[in-house]
């Protein structure tokens, strides 16, 4: 199946979580930027910490730990 990430076209199996499919596109870049100004990674991988907080198909703050990649997602990080 095939998702945007940040309008990257990503190839990803089934059963590919949306961190993960972040990772594969742009590998240590993270989903979030700190006030600071730095790329954060996910810390926890079970929603709690937050890092992983992504926008997908237009609906913020999703979990990309939590979230299934699905066939035409667009997902959109804190570039």
Known sequence: MKVLV????LEVTAGT????AIELAAPGRGARVSPAGERRQPLCGMGVCGECRVTV???A?????????ADGMEILTDE
């Not at 703050?61 to 990649?69: F, I, K, M, N, Y």
């Open 61 to 69: 703050h999703r979990l990309g730990c939590q979230t299934w990649c």
């Open 57 to 59: 198909d237009g609906r």
């Open 6 to 9: 940040d309008g990257r076209a």
């Open 17 to 20: 979580l949306v961190a993960a």
